[in-house]
């Protein structure tokens, strides 16, 4: 009988992916959806065998009413799936949830027909508004407000040292502790980290600087990141930094637990006749939320100088090298696991002369040259949590320093 194959069907696909939402989807809403999914998988198998009875025995007076109720369940559940489906990339689910839909439809028309005895219409109709209710506020709430909704992000504290001068006075160095802090109530993966020390060479003018030297520092504003730009001044001629030391200080995959921190201190050593007048330092992580994606298997994939593959967006910035991290990305609930298709995220941990700076991309296998859109860079940092944290520059003059050689 065709009722009977399409609700069991529904059933089998409905507590297929119950089971696997309540066993391993990483909210609580996900776990919760898991289990309306098997309950629902239940009556529905409860509702598939109330049809035989309908049908041909007819031993209990109100299987017709189970059945159809069953049959409601099923309806409400597979046109849910339908919907999330549409957020996934898997053409054959979108069509056997859409045939599953029209083939509930076309049960409960054929049952409603049978003329099934409903006693207390006015509580089993209330009872399925009800019920409805729950299950389309859940699916707003873990489709629509869930992804749009403001989430924290860690801090990134750093405290630089003064200056120490070497025992042969050749050489000097200094100290820098970074500090990431958790203060929120998630657990994120930290997809790159990287701290870079610049050198700077500010002379100082004879005389005061004209109005058209300062229109043209703040036209260089424009060409470099706000990080990087420097205060308008009367006798300082800033001139563009060199980079001195970089490091990653977090290893990516690596994650941070909610209310946790990580500290780690690093040291910038250089020669005492080094030709700067003050280091800048920098820190900055990228980082992904724990309940929007599981990440495993991060591992090195080479460098842009010995083969390693980087997008040709990528290529085209000069004096840069990579060295290149790739992990799998695991949607956070079975539904979006199976009826998307396999994400890698990859994290460019990039250098060159003039900075250092992380990149992270997340992509289906083949597409890392696909150069991401505005709208598809929000949608990615909606579906996964993705915050990024920086601190500095913190500026360090080097003439004390300077002046006990």
Not at 236 to 242: C, K, L, R, S
Not at 336 to 351: G, H, I, N, Q
Not at 363 to 379: M, N, P, W
Request: hydrophobic residues 45%.
């Amino acid at each position: 009988m065709a009722i009977l194959l399409v609700l069991l069907l529904s059933a089998f696909l409905m507590g297929r992916f119950g089971v696997e939402n309540l066993s391993w989807a990483l909210t609580y809403t996900g776990r919760i959806t898991g289990a309306i999914l098997i309950v629902a998988s239940i009556t529905t198998v409860l509702g598939a065998a109330a049809v035989v009875d309908h049908w041909y025995w007819n031993g209990f007076p109100y299987s017709g009413l189970v059945a159809l109720i069953g049959t409601v369940v099923a309806l409400l559940a597979n046109v849910l799936l339908l919907l999330q489906t549409f957020e996934g990339d898997s053409t054959a689910y979108r069509v056997l949830w859409g045939l599953l839909t029209a083939g509930c439809l076309w049960a409960g028309f054929a049952l409603w027909r049978t003329s099934v005895v409903i006693p207390a219409p006015k509580r089993v109709a209330a009872a399925v508004v009800v019920s409805s209710a729950l299950a389309l506020a859940n699916f707003g709430y873990q489709t629509l407000y869930k992804p749009y909704q403001h989430g924290a992000k860690p801090v990134i504290k750093m405290t630089v040292g003064e200056p120490m001068l070497s025992q042969d006075r050749k050489a000097f160095s200094v100290p820098v502790d970074i500090k990431l802090e958790n203060q929120s109530d998630l657990g994120f993966y930290v997809l790159g980290a990287e701290f870079h020390a610049m050198g700077e060479r500010v002379p100082l003018s004879a005389r005061d600087r004209l109005r058209m030297q300062w229109r043209a520092d703040a036209e260089q504003w424009s060409n470099s990141s706000f990080r990087e730009t420097h205060p308008l001044s009367r006798r300082e001629i800033h001139q563009p930094g060199q980079l001195v030391a970089a490091q990653p200080w977090m290893p990516t995959g690596h994650w941070i637990e909610s209310n946790d921190e990580f500290v780690t201190r690093t040291v910038v050593q250089l020669p005492i006749n080094a030709p700067y007048d003050q280091l800048a330092f920098y820190a900055t992580a990228s980082f992904a939320r724990k309940d929007r994606l599981g990440l495993e298997r991060v591992s090195p994939k080479g460098n842009s100088w010995s083969g390693g593959r980087v997008p040709q967006w990528m290529k085209a910035q000069k004096d840069v090298d990579s060295v290149i991290f790739r992990g799998r990305v695991r949607e956070n609930n079975a539904i979006d696991e199976l009826t998307r298709d396999p994400r890698f995220v990859t994290v460019y941990w990039m250098f060159g002369p003039h900075g250092a700076d992380v990149i992270e991309t997340i992509t289906r296998k083949g597409e890392e040259d696909h150069v991401i859109s505005d709208a598809e860079s929000r949608e990615l940092v909606n579906r996964y949590g993705i915050v990024e944290a920086q601190t500095g520059p913190f500026e360090q003059t080097l003439w004390d320093i300077k002046a006990q050689r």
